[in-house]
């Protein structure tokens, strides 16, 4: 059963930094690009970043840009964001997506997983 | 901000038709880059609805439908259902951002 499970998200302090996880299984992770995608209570769907399967292009959000990392370890089916300088408006719910060919639709979705920042 | 507008709500009544427009610009939809249109169900993760502007993933019933036009893509439900009641969002890829971008979102209402 093709699956992604998100982890790590949290309550933070703004200027601090969180690491979310993004757990593949039933396919081979290796093969696929995949995304970050999040959404604000009540707001609409913003991309946040991508990562090649060839693992050397990454691409962001101007919103994130110099803030956030995404990265991937093939070895543990595993993709990563690493946020840092959290801001009140980085608060929402983080979700990680798989694309077959860049340019073409997200075509699986994992559940996701809070990101809160608030003093 | 997204750079796809989509008209914020639409209505219908059981069995009617709606349709949802998203418009882009020369930088997104205007190239060669394909539209994708997801539904969100209340408190669920997207679903890919519409795929390279056209094309149904297996298992999307036949009632949804897309179509694009130069800075613009439609998404079409015929024969409105009550569980299609939901938010929909359409999708793409921008040059000038190097990214991808959605659209404002659109909530569906089945009257």
């Known amino acids: 059963q093709v699956q992604l499970v998100e982890s790590g998200g949290g309550v933070v302090q703004p200027g601090r930094s969180l690491r979310l996880s993004c757990a593949a299984s039933?396919?081979?992770?290796?093969?696929?690009?995949m995304n970050w995608v999040r959404q604000a209570p009540g707001k609409g769907l913003e991309w946040v970043a991508l990562?090649?399967?060839?693992?050397?292009?990454?691409f962001y959000a101007d919103s994130v840009k110099g803030r956030f990392t995404i990265s991937r370890d093939n070895s543990k089916n595993t993709l990563y964001l690493q946020m840092n300088s959290l801001r009140p408006e980085d608060t929402a719910m983080y979700s990680c997506?798989?694309?077959?060919?860049?340019?073409?639709?997200?075509?699986?979705w994992g559940q996701g997983t809070m990101v809160t920042v608030s003093s | 901000q997204s750079v796809l507008t989509q008209p914020p709500s639409v209505s219908g009544a059981p069995g009617q038709r709606v349709t949802i427009s998203c418009t882009g610009s020369?930088?997104?939809?205007?190239?060669?880059?394909?539209v994708h249109w997801y539904q969100q169900l209340p408190g669920t993760a997207p679903k890919l609805l519409i795929y390279?502007?056209?094309n149904r993933p297996s298992g999307v019933p036949d009632r949804f439908s897309g179509s694009k036009s130069g800075t613009s893509a439609s998404l079409a439900i015929t024969g409105l259902q009550a569980e299609d009641e939901a938010d929909y969002y359409c999708?793409?890829?921008?040059?000038?951002?190097?990214?991808?971008?959605f659209g404002t979102g659109t909530k569906v209402t089945v009257l």
């Open positions: 997506a798989r694309v077959p060919y860049e340019g073409d639709g997200f075509d699986v």
């Open positions: 039933g396919f081979i992770f290796s093969d696929y690009s």
């Open positions: 990562m090649s399967y060839y693992e050397d292009n990454r």
């Open positions: 020369s930088s997104n939809i205007g190239v060669p880059y394909d």
């Open positions: 390279g502007n056209t």
């Open positions: 999708q793409s890829y921008d040059s000038s951002l190097s990214g991808y971008v």
